[in-house]
């Protein structure tokens, strides 16, 4: 498996912890979970 190398990294809503998303799930608008707070984003 290749790691993905065009990402975004952007603050919780909830909580400001650093969040990292790929591309592709951003533009898919996969569903996400903040691993400090349990916050999930569209």
Do not use: H
Request: proline content about 10%; some cysteine; aromatic content about 10%.
């Amino acid at each position: 498996m290749k790691a993905a190398e065009d990402f975004v990294t952007f603050p919780c809503p909830e909580c400001g912890e650093e969040i990292a998303r790929c591309s592709r799930c951003k533009k898919l608008s996969r569903e996400y979970d903040c691993p400090e707070c349990g916050f999930t984003g569209p």
